[in-house]
C-alpha cells in the first residue's frame, strides 16, 4: 500500500511569513508524530498524535508551532512568522500502534526561510 | 531533547568490508530500531528490536539489543556501494513520553576514494 506522504516536498518563504506543510499517514495507521531535522543532525520530535487523544506537544521549539489532525488522518504543522533557524527539513511518520515502534516515515518537507 | 550518542559519526568503507555501529544510552530502553536515511529521503525501517538480547538480521544487516537495555549494535556484513547513507539508532525507553523515539545523531557511510 501507499506510504506515508508529504507535501510540498520544498517550501521557500520570506522571514515572518506563515507556512502550512502537509502530511498523509499510512491508511489505518493511528499514531503520527512530526520530527525536525536540521542539517547533518539527528531527529528532534515535535509533536506526536495517538487516536482521539490529547496530542503530545513536548517537543514543539516555541509557540509559533502548532498542528492538528483531522479526522485521526491527515495532519498540518503550522509555523508561523517563521525566523532563519526554522530552516530544516520537517519529517512524518506513523505507526499502526501507540508506543512508538515501528514508525514509517514520509519524505520530508524541506523548509527554506530568506 | 535527550540524545543517543552513536558511534562512529562517520566512516568509509571499501566494497566488501564489514561495517559496525553502535549506540548506548544512559537509561534503560525496551526498544531499539534501526534506520537508513538515502539524500533528500526520509529514513526506512531497517530492523526492530523487542527483547535484550534480541539478534536480528535483514539480508547482510545484523542487530542487537544490548543485554544492559543501555546499547544496541547495527554489522553490515560484505558492504557493497549502495550501503551508503546515514545510519539513525532509535529507541523508547521505559517510562518515556507517550510514543516518541529518541535518535541517536546518525553515522554516515561513505565510499573510501
Known amino acids: 500500500g ?30 503520527l508524530y512530526w ?5 547533518g543532525q539527528g531527529l528532534e520530535f515535535l509533536i506526536y498524535f495517538q487516536g482521539n487523544s490529547a496530542p503530545d506537544k513536548s517537543g514543539l521549539p516555541s509557540d509559533r508551532f502548532s498542528a492538528e489532525r ?6 498540518t ?3 508561523q512568522r517563521t525566523q532563519q533557524e526554522d530552516s530544516a527539513v520537517y ?21 527554506t526561510v530568506t | 531533547g535527550q540524545q543517543l550518542n552513536q558511534s562512529p559519526q562517520s ?11 553502535n549506540c548506548t544510552s544512559s537509561s ?7 534506520y537508513k536515511q538515502d539524500p533528500g529521503e526520509g529514513p526506512v525501517l531497517l530492523i526492530a528490536l523487542y527483547k535484550a538480547g534480541e539478534l536480528t538480521s535483514n539480508g547482510r544487516l545484523t542487530a542487537q539489543f544490548g543485554i544492559t537495555r543501555k546499547d544496541s549494535f547495527l554489522n553490515i556484513s560484505a558492504s557493497i556501494p549502495s550501503d551508503v547513507g546515514i545510519y539513525f539508532c ?20 561513505s565510499v573510501k576514494p
Request: charged share 15%; glycine share 16%.
Open chain 2, 28 to 34: 534503560i530502553f525496551n526498544t531499539w530500531l534501526w
Open chain 1, 70 to 75: 483531522t479526522g485521526g488522518s491527515v495532519s
Open chain 2, 90 to 109: 532509535a529507541g523508547r525507553n521505559y517510562g518515556g513520553s507517550q510514543g516518541n523515539l529518541i535518535f541517536g545523531k546518525g553515522t554516515k557511510l
Open chain 1, 91 to 111: 519529517l512524518c511518520a506513523s505507526s499502526s500502534t501507540s508506543g512508538g515502534s515501528e514508525q514509517y516515515f514520509g519524505p520530508g518537507t524541506r523548509l
Open chain 1, 35 to 39: 520530527y525536525r531535522q536540521s542539517l
Open chain 1, 77 to 79: 504543522l503550522t509555523i
Open chain 2, 11 to 21: 566512516m568509509f568503507i571499501q566494497e566488501g568490508e564489514d561495517v559496525s555501529m
Open chain 1, 2 to 31: 501507499a506510504g506515508v506522504s508529504q507535501s510540498p516536498s520544498n517550501k521557500v518563504t520570506e522571514k515572518g511569513k506563515d507556512v502550512e506543510l502537509r502530511c498523509d499517514p499510512i491508511s489505518g495507521h493511528t499514531a
